[in-house]
């Protein structure tokens, strides 16, 4: 099992690249040192060695020995654990179908609503995805929402939160659809997640939600909270603070099963109100204090009183008004302002476990538009600090996982190798992924059964990144992952279905002499200025830069390697903003590449959007040609779109699978699909593209626009 990304050079790292990291070990020393933890120092970093002395820390010099690290240090008290929410609803309890009831949390029931003429029903919550492999989550599709229940309204009066701007802390966890964060979303939309607005002549409340106006790059998160209070003039009037803070999400990091937790807190500073905002756990906005206007009673009859999820408050049953789409889990109020700090130990304390080398660790599961079937993970029995199980039921193009919160972040380029003691089923492919924010580096392994399996951190098989590089001096999460593709028994793909994951630990080794380069991982700069990047998905399988090639603006070289059937690539990744190729109709390819004599099949040219879905084209097999055509890009060889996939749930209303040419995030040269041999090598290299309105490579070039993610 190598599946690996190559390194362009193998020299010891440049003076330069000496000094940048001493630096970046300042900056370690820094983050990680309460005095009395114990540290590891690198090998040829003396700099922490004059830290410690002036810092009076104590640290251990891992350098002179092979001792690996737990993944995580011993965990402090979370500060947050011990706070505890006015209402909270997880959505794991039993649904009372008969009545739409659907949690009674702290006295607090909700029930399920529609728009006028919809069916209520959809709003139960859905067995997946859920947090944390427990109960379900709430499953709204833009007509449906959530209410407190009516019968019981004056349950509800804590949950107002006074009249006047009394603190409080609004928090749930979402997953929506990627099409919410591209231009092509509907605009211009308001989609509640928690709301108690009144309107003008019952004035208060809050409402958080996702704000898109149509103007903007991307999606906003929003706070606002209303109450009466006397204006310069002495005259009543409904006042309302709101602050709004950017979303800018990468596509990767939407889609159903990517989580991600949103709060927003208000908070008395000095004689007036503060909003804040929250992204999964970070702090994102903070407004500056506001005076507090005179307050002037405002007391609702209990009747008129209500809480929504899903919908605003006023006119909640019309459909004029648009409504959130896609899972909403977990949801807590408190009656005070959390700090960042509190917010993210109450995340920890309430959707993971404590597990294997003192890391929280959380069940979780992912799926693509594509998919026809969902895949999901659940815990299986008590989780201990010497083991933790997961039951993993594995569908195509999805996969369930075990999710480590690594706290400490690490500086992964300290470390050279990564040991995983885990019990994966026997011929059953896995991936061990690192992540910083929305940034991820990915390695590929064959199960072999309860094993340590070593991790080699210098060689990931695919990693993608907002930029072209990727910097990992803070990575804060872990994951290990079932496979994520499709069976095809027609092929001898490996199966999928159910399956038992067990971690039973997670350590780091320290760099034993000079520390890996990771200066090529994310990818380079290559023709037409795109960031090229080498994918490899499958267990023996490795995409190489080629070590004989120099890699400049104007080519890229590399070594595509695996066994029959296995897919590796050699592609240019738009990130963040996608190419828009709707108008074009060819593409020439100008590269090299190895005859494949004896192989099944052709190169094949792969295009993929930021929804997940994909085609490829056959590219042909003349070794004399320097410039190969895709001919007509509505004649795809092969694809996963909704062409030859229907998705049988959680399919929200427009919502694209079809490969979607004006939102294209990846395309590029595939290795031969059922190449000769059990494992075989082929160079590719890679000069240029270019793109026509007309097939076969005629009519006017350069018909691609740089799209608007």
């Given at each position: ?349 309430t959707t993971t476990r404590p597990g294997p080398s003192n890391c929280r660790w959380r069940a979780s599961e ?239 040219f792969v295009i993929q959007d930021v929804y997940g879905s994909w ?95």
């Amino acid at each position: 099992m190598n599946a690996r990304l190559g390194h362009l050079t193998k020299n010891e790292p440049t003076a330069g690249q000496r000094s940048r990291r001493e630096s970046q070990c300042y900056s370690f020393v820094n983050f990680l040192c309460p005095c009395g933890a114990s540290k590891r120092v690198g090998d040829s970093n003396r700099l922490l060695m004059v830290a410690a002395l002036v810092t009076g820390c104590n640290f251990t010099d891992f350098s002179k020995t092979s001792t690996a690290e737990p993944a995580c240090l011993n965990p402090s008290v979370m500060s947050g654990a011990g706070v505890s929410p006015v209402a909270h609803w997880t959505f794991n309890g039993d649904v009372d179908a008969g009545l739409w009831l659907l949690d009674d949390s702290n006295g607090h029931p909700l029930v399920a609503n529609a728009d006028d003429g919809a069916d209520a029903g959809a709003a139960t919550p859905a067995k997946y995805p859920h947090i944390n492999g427990e109960g379900q989550s709430l499953s709204l599709d833009g007509h449906q929402f959530v209410r407190s229940d009516p019968v019981a309204a004056d349950h509800f009066d804590d949950l107002y939160l006074g009249s006047q701007f009394n603190e409080f802390t609004l928090a749930a966890w979402i997953s929506v659809p990627a099409r919410v964060f591209t231009s092509d979303g509907p605009a211009p939309f308001t989609w509640p997640i928690l709301s108690t607005l009144g309107d003008d002549n019952h004035c208060r409340g809050y409402q958080l939600d996702i704000h898109f106006d149509g103007s903007l790059s991307s999606p906003e998160l929003e706070l606002s909270h209303q109450t009466k209070g006397l204006n310069d003039a002495g005259l009543d009037e409904c006042m309302t603070l709101s602050l709004r803070a950017p979303l800018d999400v990468p596509s990767w990091a939407t889609g159903t099963g990517r989580w991600h937790h949103v709060a927003g807190t208000l908070s008395q500073v000095g004689n007036g109100p503060q909003l804040a905002l929250y992204w999964d756990g970070k702090l994102i906005q903070l407004q500056d204090p506001l005076m507090s206007p005179a307050p002037v009673p405002n007391d609702l009859p209990g009747v008129e009183q209500a809480l929504y999820i899903g919908a605003s408050a006023p006119n909640a049953a019309s459909a004029a008004q648009t409504k959130f789409n896609g899972y909403i889990d977990d949801i807590a109020i408190f009656n005070q302002p959390l700090t960042e700090q509190q917010l993210v130990d109450f995340v920890l304390a309430t959707t993971t476990r404590p597990g294997p080398s003192n890391c929280r660790w959380r069940a979780s599961e992912q799926w693509d538009t594509t998919a026809s079937s969902p895949s999901f993970a659940q815990w299986s029995g008590a989780s201990s600090p010497d083991s933790l199980t997961v039951n993993i039921n594995d569908h195509d193009w999805g996969a369930g996982a075990l999710d480590a919160r690594l706290v400490p972040p690490r500086d992964l380029q300290l470390y050279d190798k990564a040991y995983l003691n885990a019990d994966v089923p026997t011929g059953q492919a896995f991936q061990f992924t690192l992540a910083s924010g929305d940034n991820s580096c990915t390695w590929v392994y064959l199960g072999t059964g309860p094993n340590r399996y070593t991790i080699d951190l210098t060689q990931p098989t695919n990693c993608v990144s907002s930029t072209c590089e990727v910097d990992f001096h803070r990575v804060d999460r872990a994951s290990v992952t079932s496979e994520w593709a499709i069976p095809n028994d027609d092929s001898l793909e490996r199966t999928q279905g159910k399956q038992s994951f067990i971690v039973r630990g997670l350590e780091f080794s320290p760099a034993n002499g000079a520390l890996p380069d990771w200066s090529a991982y994310g990818g380079v700069i290559g023709p037409l200025g795109y960031c090229w990047r080498l994918q490899a998905y499958e267990p023996d399988t490795s995409a190489m830069w080629n070590q004989g090639s120099v890699l400049w603006s104007s080519s890229v070289s590399a070594i595509l390697t695996g066994p029959t059937y296995s897919g590796t690539r050699l592609v240019a990744d738009y990130g963040e903003r996608p190419l828009d190729i709707l108008n074009c109709k060819s593409i020439a390819l100008e590269a090299t590449l190895d005859r494949t004599s004896g192989s099944t099949s052709s190169y094949a040219f792969v295009i993929q959007d930021v929804y997940g879905s994909w085609r490829s084209y056959n590219l042909s097999q003349d070794p004399n040609v320097s410039v190969y055509n895709v001919g007509d890009l509505s004649i795809s060889s092969s694809s996963s779109d909704n062409s030859s996939q229907t998705k049988t749930t959680s399919n929200f209303d427009g919502f694209p699978k079809a490969l979607d040419f004006r939102k294209v995030r990846l395309l590029g040269i595939q290795k031969p699909w059922g190449s000769n041999g059990p494992r075989s090598a082929y160079n590719a290299t890679v000069k240029g593209l270019q793109f026509f309105d007309g097939i076969n490579g005629t009519g006017a070039p350069n018909c691609e626009r740089a799209g608007v993610n």
